[in-house]
């Protein structure tokens, strides 16, 4: 030992001796070690002591893995959990060889003496760990992670549990209350057998006469009519009656409009499902052109009585020079190919996400039967949109698939009655009320959002090195994230959810096989 020790402590130095070169741990006190390292060490031992320079230098300088060797060595010198000895890992043999560690009873490893756990302590850990190498690592693997998670979604693999995804949040929002600017008059099966199953021009003008009677603001007779010549003859005012037509398709001809209502007052009952999987209707087909001869109008029967009962109280429809919606003051936005969890969408014609109200509390409805036999109050109607049409599922255009099938208390298809009330209660709500519409980030606002949780997977796999500890923050970290993105969603916000929880586990995954190979080797 140095001289400046032998003449300023004899015996303890002795004792320090011992201390360094034999195992006397449970004769060195703390106090005594702390006495000693804080005169002499840190004044002549750190330039003489050729010992703790040796052990320094294996530590650091000879060190096969700079990070490997000092992580297990901090992980032995904390003691949570007994690090066992392995003759084949060269991370552990070194260790020994410095002799700052050495093998117990049980071929359990820990640190040799007070003295050396005094000297490498926490702070010169920190000091010397190859933090900025380690966290380059994890940023590398991170962006490989997220290219390879965004790839994998390019190719359409994530996509079907994505839309189950955004359906389960869809299902899950609180009910709003039932749009009052809308009245449903549904034609049931019941209503169908009193009229034999067949509903007579004179059953559909006397019902559209009685209508009128109650002074709605519009009318949408969502029923087929295409030879129905005398259609509302009687009404006073025909202009505020909207009717359909169906357009043609692969193996499909199409159902004319009636042919006394003009073009202006008629909507395509034309709806877009998803794919031949679920076949789920979760956008609105707004407008779309024509190549048929007599339904040949662009707008859609939902957007059609939207834009008329708007029209009434003075808001205009337009499009932007970018070819975008405006009806009044608001925008909707075209729905892109690659939108929220979509990717390579057939976005034709002009389409928006659906946001669906509750099927419980979407509007206020009454039957066929109650209205002809005037059993209804007349306040329902005033100044209202009725929208008509028949709920029975074996007459067209019969019903949908939609995210509230899977709900136990709803019927597996809804009524195309309900889909294009849907469609004009948005578009009035969203006008009048400022209902929000969903939005969805650009693609490298998305790839910033899954990288970062993918970077926070690398580090939280880079701070916690106990596996069931590991597990259980990020347990919490994607409950985290569950909880973000269902928060964003109720704000109609659609933020990749599955994306970001599977770059976060990967992540954190391949960083600790990096470890655990690197402490292998």
């Given amino acids: 030992m140095g001289t400046e020790l032998d003449r300023g402590h004899p015996y303890l130095t002795q004792r320090l001796c011992r201390a360094i070169t034999e195992q006397d741990n449970n004769n060195w006190s703390q106090a005594e070690v702390d006495h000693v390292v804080n005169s002499t060490f840190f004044g002549a031992m750190s330039k003489q002591d050729n010992n703790l320079q040796f052990v320094r230098d294996m530590l650091t300088k000879r060190a096969p893995d700079l990070f490997a060797v000092l992580t297990t060595y901090s992980e032995i010198r904390r003691g949570k959990r007994i690090v066992l000895d392995e003759e084949q890992s060269l991370v552990k043999s070194h260790l020994k060889l410095s002799g700052i560690i050495v093998r117990r009873e049980h071929a359990s490893l820990c640190v040799r003496n007070l003295i050396y756990r005094k000297v490498f302590d926490d702070r010169w850990l920190k000091e010397h760990l190859p933090v900025k190498l380690k966290m380059l690592t994890v940023v590398i693997t991170s962006i490989a992670v997220t290219f390879l998670t965004l790839s994998i979604r390019e190719l359409q693999w994530l996509q079907p549990w994505e839309l189950r995804v955004y359906d389960q949040m869809l299902r899950s929002r609180p009910s709003e209350a039932p749009d009052r600017r809308i009245l449903l008059v549904k034609i049931t099966d019941e209503d169908l057998k009193r009229e034999k199953w067949l509903l007579s021009d004179r059953t559909i003008n006397q019902l559209l006469k009685k ?311």
């Avoid at 006073?236 to 199409?254: A, P």
């Avoid at 057939?346 to 509750?358: E, M, P, S, T, V």
Wanted: net charge negative; glycine share 8%; charged share 15%.
């Fill in 211 to 521: 209508i009128e009677s109650y002074q709605p603001r519009i009318v949408g007779l969502y029923l087929f009519r295409p030879e129905d010549n005398n259609l509302a003859a009687n009404l006073q005012n025909q202009d505020n009656l909207v009717t359909t037509c169906l357009f043609s398709s692969l193996g499909r001809d199409e159902i004319p409009p009636p042919p006394n209502v003009p073009i202006d007052n008629v909507g395509f009952s034309d709806v877009v499902a998803d794919n031949e999987n679920d076949q789920i209707l979760r956008r609105s087909l707004l407008f779309a052109n024509s190549t048929d001869k007599k339904c040949t109008t662009s707008f859609a029967f939902g957007a059609q009585i939207a834009i008329n009962y708007l029209a009434k109280q003075g808001i205009e429809y337009d499009f932007t020079k970018k070819g975008d919606f405006l009806l009044g003051k608001t925008l909707f936005p075209r729905l892109q190919p690659n939108s929220g969890g979509y990717r390579y969408l057939d976005a034709d014609g002009y389409q928006i996400l659906l946001n669906y109200r509750h099927p419980n509390s979407l509007a206020d409805q009454v039957t066929l039967t109650d209205v002809l036999n005037g059993r209804v109050n007349p306040s329902l109607f005033k100044d209202r949109l009725v929208i008509i049409g028949t709920t029975a599922a074996n007459l067209p255009p019969g019903g949908f698939y939609t995210p509230y099938s899977a709900l136990q208390d709803q019927p597996a298809r809804m009524p195309a009655l309900f889909i294009h009330a849907q469609i004009a209660s948005q578009l009035i709500s969203t006008v009048l009320d400022g209902r929000p519409l969903f939005w969805y980030w650009p693609d490298w606002a998305e790839f910033t959002w899954v990288w970062g949780w993918s970077l926070l997977g690398g580090i939280l796999a880079w701070r916690w090195q106990n596996p069931l500890l590991l597990l259980v923050v990020v347990g919490i970290t994607l409950f985290g994230l569950v909880v973000i993105c269902v928060a964003l969603f109720l704000q109609a916000g659609w933020v990749p959810l599955v994306p970001s929880a599977l770059a976060l586990v990967v992540t954190s995954g391949s960083v600790v096989s990096q470890r655990t190979i690197s402490e292998t080797q």
